[in-house]
C-alpha cells in the first residue's frame, strides 16, 4: 500500500448515484496524495478493473456491508474497502471479525470530508478504521431482551419460514412459535414480524 512520500494512493469510488459520486470524486482528486481511477455504481464492477486500485470507497446501498466487503476483498485480495453507511448499522460492528480490522474500515455517510480524507489515508496504511459515531450509537443501544429460543425463532422467522415450518425444525408446536413470535414483536416494539426482523438486525440483536 502507498505510504507518504511515496505514488498517491490509487481509488475506486463506488456509488449509486451519480450526483454524489461526482462530488466525492472531485474532492478526493483535490488532494495530491489521491487518485481516484474509477467511479463506479455497482459494487461489483470494483471487482473487474483491469489494474486493481489500492482502496476503494464503497457505500454499498441495501446490501449486506459486510458480505459486500468480504466479496471484494476475495476478488481483489490487495485491495483495501472504505464502507460508507448509516450511523445506526450496529449489526454490522457486531459482526465485525478482527482479523478485518486495518483491510476493511466503515464511515457514516454523513462524515465531513475532512474525517472521510483522514480515513482513506488511515487505512491505506493499514489502520484499523471505524467510524466513532458508529461506536457511540452502538454503545448507546439498549441491551438484547430477547432471550436465545426467541432469537432462534426470529432467525427461522426471518428467512421466510411459516410457524408450521418453524415448529418442525426447533421441535416446537406451531402455537407456541405464533405465541413467541408474538412476545418478539412485543419485545423490541415493532408492528409486524418483518419490523421485528428489522429492528433486531439493525439493533445487532440477530
Known amino acids: 500500500m502507498p505510504k507518504a512520500g511515496s505514488s498517491p494512493i490509487r481509488i475506486a469510488i463506488v456509488q449509486e448515484a451519480p450526483l454524489y459520486r461526482g462530488a466525492l470524486a472531485a474532492a478526493l482528486r483535490a488532494e495530491s496524495d489521491l487518485e481516484v481511477v474509477a467511479e463506479l455504481a455497482a459494487w461489483r464492477d470494483a471487482t473487474a478493473l483491469p489494474l486493481p486500485p489500492d482502496l476503494t470507497v464503497l457505500d ?17 485480495p490487495e485491495i483495501r474497502v472504505l464502507i460508507l453507511m448509516d450511523a445506526d448499522r450496529t449489526d454490522v460492528l457486531a459482526r465485525i471479525a478482527p482479523e478485518d480490522l486495518g483491510r476493511v474500515g466503515f464511515v457514516t455517510r454523513r462524515a465531513s470530508l475532512g474525517h472521510l480524507l483522514s480515513a482513506v489515508r488511515s487505512l491505506a496504511h493499514g489502520s484499523s478504521v471505524i467510524d466513532p459515531e458508529l461506536v457511540v450509537w452502538l454503545l448507546g443501544q439498549p441491551e438484547n431482551p430477547l432471550t436465545g429460543r ?14 408450521v415450518e418453524i415448529a418442525r425444525k426447533l421441535a416446537l408446536s406451531p402455537g407456541t412459535v405464533r405465541n413467541r413470535l408474538s412476545r418478539i414483536t412485543a419485545k423490541v416494539g415493532a408492528q409486524s414480524r418483518a419490523d421485528a426482523v428489522e429492528r433486531a438486525r439493525r439493533a445487532g440483536w440477530l
Open 60 to 76: 454499498p446501498g441495501d446490501d449486506d456491508p459486510l458480505l459486500v466487503a468480504a466479496a471484494v476483498c476475495t476478488a481483489v
Open 150 to 163: 426467541e432469537r432462534e425463532v426470529l432467525a427461522l422467522a426471518a428467512q421466510g419460514l411459516p410457524a
